[in-house]
Nanobody, 126 residues
Framework: QVHLMESGGGSVQAGESLGLSCSISGHTDSDFCMAWFRQTPDNEREGVAAICGSTRYKYYHRSVQGRFTIAEDTAWNTLSLQMNRLKPEDTALYYC???????????????????WGQGTQVTVSA
């Protein structure tokens, strides 16, 4: 069983930065993906960034490439998302997710992940 808890959300102005953190209790396979997703009321849950595989390769949604950075600290069991140059369209509820089964879904598919946090709100005003 894995428990995930996000923190660090808030309200900022466009162009500012914000960092999110996900506290992880429990363990999954070290090759499995850890990811950040986001969702707005009118849209499906969208993969923002993920770390996957034995090499811990990092994936990013094209809209955040170059602005967001995902990182994991295995010593402290945390997953982070540093968000720079934020835009109003980044406004969403952000979730941390953990894969727990071997499957062929893409890193950006919610179906790949077994465990989810409760989410933390990020609001970016123009």
């Amino acid at each position: 069983q894995v428990h995930l808890m996000e923190s660090g959300g808030g309200s900022v102005q466009a162009g500012e930065s914000l960092g999110l953190s996900c506290s992880i209790s429990g363990h999954t396979d070290s090759d499995f993906c850890m990811a950040w997703f986001r969702q707005t009321p009118d849209n499906e849950r969208e993969g923002v960034a993920a770390i996957c595989g034995s090499t811990r390769y990092k994936y990013y949604h094209r809209s955040v490439q170059g602005r967001f950075t995902i990182a994991e600290d295995t010593a402290w069991n945390t997953l982070s998302l540093q968000m720079n140059r934020l835009k109003p369209e980044d406004t969403a509820l952000y979730y941390c997710a953990a894969q727990d089964t071997q499957n062929g879904h893409r890193w950006s598919s919610p179906l790949k992940y077994t465990y989810w946090g409760q989410g933390t709100q990020v609001t970016v005003s123009a």
